[in-house]
């Protein structure tokens, strides 16, 4: 027989990227396809010492059942970090701690969102989200997006259109997009919250990995600024990009009537975050290893951004368009069709992998209205020598 | 503002047990009311050793991310691991690993459950699975229970009258019941299965907690001699009772189809379980120390269920009756109101807590048509002095 499974099935696809991605074991490929950091900058050492130490000072709490809002030393730990980064009044108890902040995005569909309930999220904006609110049965409206983020003047007007339940948005080197949410535009989003009285969700996996100057405060460090601001104000963050992917330690600020639901949605998703991992976090952050490995991080990434905005502007010319990203993992380019040359991002990446160079072509990141132009490359992951070639392979493959 | 949240949490209420376990910090209280194993147990040696392993010979594997299906290795190993139990013809792609048995849970009612759908639980059964599949929107119809487990002829008259979307069954040791479901029996509930073309989910946490004999296959490794019943059956296994929590290592056994379907709505609940954990769990397993792991926990459990078993006889006598558990963590006992006492559950544990011992009343565990003068005791995390103490302290109360 036929299984007979849940409705809410029918809101989404296997994504096409998955499909893609099938194709990456090929011999030889250079990938700039992947949205993970480089396993090679994990400070493994680190982890093994903090989780020893994790191990020999507390094992019933390492490895029993712990608390669903998160293990007590790391939410202060978590909140010392964000303390340091400019939200200076953030109290443990105002955060709970999440499985990854994949699992702060289920939370939330599965604590605000009705099916047929409106959000607004950017165009283009992280896959899993699109995939994640819509298992919730969320229809989803795209806000435009250029090199400084969100354009907040069409966002208030899509929020006066369509109500939202809430509006979700990475304000900083955003997945795909990469950009930076000017600081102007950040008090606007805040202003704008307010008046219209909107949930916003900040989804924050790569404030920390910025390449020159730091980015403008985050929207929560902001919101100390815009009264009434902090009590609309949903921010998720994550070790995954700066620390390990592996631990799935991510967390989510939130009015504490928000955090206490979804901490109860969260006890029937998986009772609690691994606490071996959390205490391994915790010991991690204790240990003051943190500001090392993020200046080391940033560095390596810094040079391989560079590098390949480099080679992009060599190799391919006025046949794609960039702003060249200021930090995180990605550029969000576009094909300009310029001179009658190749302008469909998935028809690239077709030729690409022919060429044994892959990426990932831009369209699936919309929840509407896709630009089949775009393309998200992926420097993260490989060193200097093999972006260069690798852009090489892209420039014969228009 | 109030936050205008999802409609689905209307179908859950906060837990009457989560008030009761505010009053356990009370100093000096003797506590039976947990469902924890012992953190004493836990074989923290042998899982450091296995987390350094992991960490060594595989840093970038154990820290990056993971394929959601869960780390090969250690979808072999609990492949391995349940062959020995009795699966014989069990392959390592036919399991998910989940973040806990309570995430496969979730998976289920996000992969079956539409708002309406009928679902059979035993009454009674695991309050988390009550909360977890309402939150999808089940409506949940309890099939009774007796010390042989589910009564198989009134769960197919049920199956009949409702055409249910699944059954969940604990059949070995349920929480709370602590019954063991006969072979026989076992046999019926495969053989409804395919005669009525009914999915069972069976949740075997407390399995391999056995204190004699072996129970009778689990309905996976019987599903082998029932022809058909291995397309309709999903099997849920866990790490958490038998080696650590606090790792959230469990796993999901299904027909292909509704694996896949898992999958993906794992891909956007949390991406995948802690590789790290995962990676731990893998080489705890490789290792082979689980057998000599198990060994101690049966003992020590046996001993203490004994233990209370005996002094709920003297202390309480013919003022409660209960079945003598082989396995698990749990006697689950009912109040007979023999010569006009009490035989309130949540009055008796008021009187209780207020003697300084705690234990959770039974109603709560009943999806509907609560037994109120059932009550839980877990045995595990107490030593054999203090069951008797608290016992005493029991029978005092009454």
Redesign the interface.
């Known amino acids: 027989?036929?299984?007979?499974?849940?409705?809410?099935?029918n809101n989404?696809e296997?994504s096409a990227i998955r499909e893609l991605f099938k194709l990456l074991g090929k011999p030889g490929i250079i990938s700039f396809a992947g949205g993970?950091?480089d396993?090679?900058m994990?400070d493994?050492d680190g982890?093994?010492i903090a989780?020893?130490a994790a191990?020999t000072k507390e094992?019933?709490?390492?490895?029993?059942?712990?608390a669903t809002e998160g293990y007590g030393p790391l939410r202060e730990q978590i909140a010392s970090f964000m303390q340091k980064k400019g939200t200076q009044d953030l109290a443990p108890d105002q955060l709970i701690v999440t499985?990854?902040s994949?699992?702060a995005?289920?939370l939330l569909g599965?604590?605000?969102?009705?099916p047929g309930?409106k959000v607004i999220v950017e165009g283009p904006t992280f896959l899993?989200t699109i995939?994640?609110f819509r298992?919730?049965g969320a229809e989803l409206i795209s806000a435009p997006v250029d090199g400084e983020g969100v354009k907040t003047d069409e966002l208030e007007r899509l929020i006066e259109e369509h109500r939202p339940?809430f509006v979700y948005l990475i304000p900083t080197f955003g997945n795909p997009s990469g950009a930076l949410l000017s600081e102007e535009r950040r008090r606007a989003v805040l202003a704008m919250a307010v008046k219209h009285?909107t949930?916003i969700v900040e989804d924050d996996p790569y404030g920390d990995l910025y390449f020159g100057e730091a980015p403008p405060p985050s929207l929560l460090a902001l919101s100390a600024q815009v009264p009434g601001s902090r009590?609309?104000l949903v921010h998720c963050g994550s070790l995954?990009k700066v620390l390990?992917?592996?631990?799935?330690v991510g967390w989510m600020v939130g009015?504490p009537?928000?955090l206490a639901?979804a901490t109860?949605?969260k006890?029937?998703?998986?009772?609690?975050?691994?606490?071996?991992?959390q205490?391994?976090a915790a010991q991690y952050l204790i240990d003051g290893r943190m500001p090392g490995t993020l200046a080391k991080v940033r560095k390596v990434y810094a040079e391989r951004a560079a590098a390949m905005g480099d080679a992009l502007r060599r190799e391919l010319g006025d046949a794609i368009e960039f702003v060249q990203p200021q930090g995180g993992l990605f550029i969000w380019a576009r094909l300009t069709g310029f001179n009658g040359m190749l302008s469909d991002g998935a028809e690239f990446a077709r030729r690409a992998i022919e060429n044994n160079v892959a990426f990932v072509p831009g369209a699936p990141f919309y929840a509407n209205n896709p630009d089949f132009s775009t393309l998200r490359l992926s420097f993260a992951t490989v060193g200097i020598d093999k972006i260069e070639e690798g852009i090489a392979r892209l420039g014969a493959s228009l």
Do not use: W
């Open positions: 027989m036929s299984l007979n499974f849940a409705d809410r099935l989404v296997t993970f950091p396993s090679a994990f493994v982890i093994r989780a020893n191990l094992p019933g709490a390492a490895l029993q059942y712990g499985t990854g994949q699992q995005l289920d599965k604590t605000m969102i009705s309930d899993a995939q994640c298992l919730y339940k009285q949930l009590d609309l995954s390990s992917p592996g631990l799935r009015p009537e928000l639901k109860m949605c006890q029937f998703s998986d009772a609690h975050t691994s606490t071996f991992a205490a391994t």
